[in-house]
């Protein structure tokens, strides 16, 4: 009975809404009322993008590593506050507002493309610099062992960067992050000295040698935003040498408009990394750029890129011409990284050369 009661309810229920729909002032007010709630939920969708779209703040990796340190119990030894720095960009893209965006699937973040961009930068900085700990920093020589936790670390932050599900990008840096605290933490233990971080100049200029072409690659593809006319120099220098594939003497470069902007914000993001990293291995190879009288040429590195990190008071990134009407963000962009670049090659070979 109670469930015939419930069918027969729920029939007049649909024959009041069919009658409603049928009455032009019902309809009419049903109608508002749809408008106005998908108006309503369309704004707080707007406001959670906006919301979610601003970057983080910087941060200062001395004070990072200090808080992290004394909250642990740690001592600052050389290398802390790199690592520290290293896990602090990791723990960042995941717990930022709106958390990890790039392999959302659900509105809002499925809309958003910028934040997602960024990210990707930010990941690939944290790639690079892991991959130096590895194969470099942490060993004393090319025939050391690699170290185990970092044997973990890298390879989690290689994994594929939209999964959304099985498993999920997030449980994976995740994993990583835990194996760089572990290396951390073995790192200040002076009863084991398996896990350490060798503060050399030639540890240092190969993790540089790796950023400036990050940096060369990004100035290239900014600067596409135009299009040019490139002359083909790849094998200019070596008479010798040859490629697999014939390719043109002249080839015009231009960034498809749609993608201008996730060029933009994926720059913006990775030197927003390297920026914490670079002032971070300012503390931890303090002496070493000392000795080969480098310290002010990082510094000024550091000071070019931040100018990159200045607040877009434009709604769009505008992409006028060279010297148009309108401003074009990406070659501003472009000629700060342009100069840090070629800070940065100087800087690695005195390095390398002293």
Do not use: C
Request: aromatic share 10%.
């Amino acid at each position: 009975m109670a469930t015939n009661s419930f069918v027969q309810r729920s029939r007049q229920l649909w024959w009041d809404i069919i009658d409603s729909f049928r009455d032009p002032d019902s309809r009419r007010q049903i109608s508002k009322a749809l408008i106005l709630a998908i108006a309503i939920i369309l704004l707080i969708f707007l406001l959670i993008m906006l919301w979610w779209s601003s970057p983080p703040s910087a941060f200062d990796p001395q004070n990072k590593a200090r808080d992290m340190a004394a909250e642990k119990q740690q001592d600052l030894v050389v290398g802390y506050t790199s690592t520290a720095t290293l896990i602090t960009l990791a723990n960042t893209l995941l717990d930022k507002p709106g958390g990890y965006l790039t392999n959302d699937v659900m509105p809002p973040s499925v809309w958003m493309d910028n934040m997602p961009n960024w990210e990707f930068g930010v990941l690939v900085q944290i790639r690079d610099y892991s991959r130096a700990l590895r194969n470099d920093i942490s060993r004393s020589q090319s025939q050391s062992a690699e170290d185990k936790d970092l044997i973990i670390a890298e390879p989690q932050f290689n994994f594929n960067s939209d999964s959304w599900l099985f498993p999920p990008t997030e449980s994976e840096y995740r994993k990583g992050i835990k194996a760089l605290e572990s290396y951390l933490t073995r790192l200040t233990d002076e009863q084991r000295d398996e896990a350490q971080f060798y503060a050399r100049a030639d540890n240092l200029a190969a993790w540089l040698g790796i950023a400036e072409k990050r940096l060369g690659s990004l100035s290239q593809r900014l600067s596409a935003s135009v299009g040019q006319v490139r002359v083909n120099t790849d094998l200019a220098g070596d008479p010798s040498a040859h490629q697999s594939t014939f390719a043109q003497l002249e080839k015009v470069t231009k960034t498809p408009w749609l993608e201008i902007d996730d060029v933009f914000y994926e720059a913006r993001g990775s030197i927003w990394a390297m920026i914490h990293l670079l002032k971070a291995a300012e503390h931890d190879f303090a002496d070493v750029l000392q000795k080969k009288n480098a310290l002010i040429s990082l510094r000024q590195i550091i000071r070019e890129l931040e100018a990159t990190q200045a607040t877009v008071w434009s709604p769009i990134i505008l992409n006028g011409s060279g010297f148009g009407l309108f401003a074009n963000h990406s070659l501003v962009m472009a000629s700060y990284v342009s100069r840090a670049n070629a800070a940065m090659i100087d800087l690695r070979r005195l390095l390398e050369q002293g």
